[in-house]
Every structure is written in structure tokens, then in C-alpha cells.
């Protein structure tokens, strides 16, 4: 059976279980892309090396990342840092602070924190620190992950990120060529940021009827440390070494571009060895508990995409990606090809709910084909999608920095995800829109 049509029976089953709900997502990844890839004609040792292989992949690039900087923020949390930083603005700010001018902080820590270039790493960063505004305001959590990851969508253009550098290569062209064509593209992200604060707002408005603190919560603002007393683990008189170390962590990550593995591991045990001397062990538990749901989520991830993207070195089988990416050009009209990259570009949010977005870079190859035909460069071609593509990749179950995000903001992740689609494909939209009117959209 064609690999194409084999990657739409399992693409099938696992959006039924999605929407239906009915059978836990993780169950189905790890099940059935193994039972696919044999109905491709792997054996079991076959199959066996090639999820090995992706998971020894997905973990050096982004597992021990996730493991290590989940502990060490947890541990951050569980000092009582933020929450000191977050009772101290307010006290400063007081009654001028409302809901607008924490989405707009939510916005611009979370673009300032993508100068790592690394989405988990972002979240790690901007979400213990305005989580804690969110609950005191009854703000939605949802708005915090969406705003954020709009924030990194139009930061997506920076040259050292994976995504452009992964992009560049399939586009064969240089990274420094590409982040400069996506820089316009970012840019056009702005109208699209503005109108999430509106429309976040009045929907809080209209719930709420108070863009303010809620009712009655005026004496939660009273002091600095008044949050910390049930917290056992609070460390207030520790706070600006656990800051210093902090910033340093910011600095190794975003300006010397340490490993991040080996930055999260320092922190964590400094973070643990001054702050936990004598409760060295607990803290550790404690801390480590929070990366296994991410951790099982992972591996059933790497199961989907080492099946997915399956295929003998010797090339005497397609992949499902390459077969699949065959399927679409023979079905796409003549009349729509010369827009074929534009289509997909506006059907991103929705196709990358269901399927890996490996697969919009397994098409560039045959986007660039296509439009070289009608003019366009390949540049003209790919830059479109490196800022773009990020709205969607927060918004799926299939990415696994999806549950880092949604674990910190404590979300549902299918709930969240079901929720804020509609409203990336919508911002999708109007960046779009923005480009064309700009110029910056050419077809």
C-alpha cells in the first residue's frame, strides 16, 4: 500500500481520537504509528531503530533542555522569586496596573525571552514570572500562552533560531539571507499583537466588568512577602541571590549561547545546594515530579515523527512525508499552483493541529519548484512561513513544547489547544493580511 495513502489512514484515526476524546492521546501515539509502521514493511528490529534513533534525536536537542529547565524553574517558583517580583510591581504600580498592562508585559517578556531562540526555553522563562498576575487579575491563562507565543512568532526571524536555520537548509539558501527577508514578516505581527489586546480585553471586560483587580482583592497587595506564608519553601531573604543567578542563566542562554542542558543543570543545583541545604532531597523530588507527564507526551511524540518521517537510507521507499508531499502536487489544480505556498501558508494553523509541521518542511523542495515557475525565488517562497508556522506549533498536541507551555501555565493541554486554534488561525489571517497591504506578501 502507497505510504501516502497508509500516512492519511493514521493521520485519520489519530484526529478522530483527538476530536472524540475518548481514548488518552499519548495511548494512541505510542500504539498506533508502531502498528503503521510495520503495514509499511519494517520489521520489529527495524522499527525499533528508527524510534530509538528519534528519540535519541528529540532528547539531545530539546529533552535534557526540557528535563533540566523544568527542575530548575520549579525550584525558582518554589523560592518565592516571582512571586516577590510580581507583589513588588504591584505594590509599586498599584491601582494603575490592569488587565491591558499585563498582556502587554505577557507580550514583551515573552519576545525579549525568544532571544534564546528556543520556544520551551521561552516559556520557561515568561511564565512564572506573569502567571501569578493572570491569577490575581482572574485573567484566563490562555491569553498568557497565546500572547506569549505570538510574541515569539514574530521573533522566529532571528538567525541562530532552529526553525529559520531547519528552513534555510531546505530552502538551500544561507540563514543570514532568510532571517533578512523574515524580518518584514515579523514586523507585520504588530497590528495582529495590538488586536489580541483588544479583543483579550474586552472579553475580560464583558466577563469581569472591571479591567481592574477583582473586588475585594485589594488587600492581597499589602506586602512583598505576603503571599509566601503557606509556602515551605519560600526563601524571601534569598532573593536577590536567586535573582543574580537568575539573570545569569538569561545571560549564558541568550548571549553566550551556552548549552542549555549544562546552564539549567548549573542553576538547578546552585538554586538547591544555597536555598535547600538541609532539604536537598525533597526539593529535587519535588522538582523532578513535574517533567514526567512532558517526559511520556515526548517519547509518544518521537514514536509519531520516527514513523512519519521512516525511510531506508538506501531510498527505495518513500516516507510517508515524501509520499504524501507527492500526493499534494498531483492533486493541487493547475490554476492554484502558482499560490500553492499562500494556501498552505493560510491553512497552517489548522493542518498543523493534525499533522507534524516536519511536513511544511518536507514541502519547501516542491513550493520552491513551483514557484521558480512563476518568478519566485525561493527566498520569496519559504520567508512567509518561518515567522508564521510558529503560530501554529503552539497550538497542537502534536508539538511537544505545546505541554511544557500549557504544564506551566496550568492549562488543560487539549482544552487550550481546542480554545486558542481559532484564535491563531484569525491572527494567521491578519498578519497576512497586514503583509499584503504592506507589500511585504509578494505573489
Not at 223 to 236: E, F, G, H, I, N
Request: net charge neutral; glycine share 6%; with cysteine.
Amino acid at each position: 500500500m502507497s505510504p501516502a495513502i497508509l500516512a492519511l489512514m493514521m493521520l485519520a484515526i489519530i484526529i478522530v481520537c483527538i476530536i472524540t476524546n475518548k481514548v488518552p492521546l499519548n495511548f494512541v501515539m505510542f500504539v498506533v504509528p508502531v502498528i503503521f509502521c510495520f503495514l509499511l514493511g519494517y520489521n520489529l528490529t527495524e522499527t525499533s531503530n528508527l524510534i530509538l534513533n528519534q528519540i535519541n534525536t528529540v532528547m539531545s536537542q530539546t529533552g535534557y533542555m526540557l528535563l533540566f529547565g523544568l527542575i530548575y524553574f520549579v525550584m525558582l517558583t518554589e523560592t518565592g522569586m516571582f512571586d516577590m517580583m510580581v507583589n513588588a510591581l504591584i505594590r509599586r504600580i498599584g491601582g494603575r496596573l490592569n488587565v491591558v498592562g499585563i498582556m502587554i508585559l505577557t507580550s514583551v517578556i515573552g519576545g525579549i525571552a525568544y532571544l534564546t531562540a528556543n520556544m520551551s526555553t521561552t516559556y520557561l522563562i515568561c511564565f512564572p514570572i506573569v502567571i501569578p498576575l493572570y491569577k490575581k487579575f482572574n485573567l484566563r491563562r490562555d491569553y498568557a500562552f497565546i500572547l506569549c507565543q505570538t510574541a515569539v512568532a514574530a521573533m522566529c526571524w532571528l538567525p541562530w533560531g532552529i526553525g529559520l536555520i531547519m528552513s534555510a537548509t531546505m530552502a538551500n539558501t544561507n540563514a543570514e539571507s532568510l532571517a533578512a527577508a523574515s524580518i518584514p514578516w515579523g514586523l507585520c505581527f504588530i497590528p495582529a499583537i495590538i488586536l489580541q489586546w483588544v479583543y483579550f480585553a474586552y472579553q475580560h471586560q464583558k466577563e469581569h466588568q472591571t479591567l481592574g483587580l477583582p473586588e475585594g482583592s485589594q488587600d492581597e497587595l499589602g506586602t512583598a512577602v505576603s503571599d509566601l506564608k503557606d509556602k515551605p519553601y519560600a526563601r524571601p531573604h534569598l532573593f536577590w541571590f536567586n535573582f543574580l543567578v537568575f539573570i545569569a542563566v538569561i545571560v549564558g542562554l541568550a548571549y553566550f549561547k551556552f548549552p542549555s542542558y549544562l546552564v539549567f543543570i548549573a542553576a538547578a543545583i546552585i538554586t538547591s545546594l544555597v536555598n535547600y541545604p538541609k532539604d536537598f532531597n525533597d526539593i529535587w523530588n519535588k522538582a523532578g515530579g513535574t517533567f514526567f507527564n512532558v517526559f511520556i507526551m515526548l517519547l509518544a511524540i518521537c514514536f509519531y515523527l520516527a514513523v512519519f518521517n521512516a525511510a531506508p537510507e538506501d531510498g527505495s521507499r518513500l516516507s510517508m512525508v515524501a509520499s504524501l508531499a507527492e500526493l499534494l502536487e498531483s492533486i493541487f489544480p493547475v490554476f492554484l499552483m502558482r499560490y500553492m505556498h499562500l494556501i498552505l501558508l493560510i491553512l497552517a494553523v489548522p493542518l498543523i493541529y493534525f499533522i507534524p509541521y516536519q511536513l511544511y518542511n518536507a514541502l519547501y523542495p516542491l513550493l520552491i519548484s513551483v514557484g521558480a515557475s512563476f518568478g519566485l525565488t525561493p527566498i520569496m517562497v519559504i520567508a512567509p512561513f518561518v515567522c508564521n508556522l510558529a503560530l501554529a506549533t503552539s497550538v497542537t498536541p502534536m508539538n511537544s513544547s505545546t505541554y511544557v507551555g500549557t504544564t506551566l501555565c496550568e492549562l488543560e493541554t487539549n482544552d487550550y489547544t481546542k480554545y486558542a486554534a481559532p484564535i491563531m488561525f484569525v491572527t494567521n489571517i491578519v498578519v497576512i493580511a497586514t503583509a499584503w497591504i504592506f507589500g511585504v506578501l509578494q505573489i
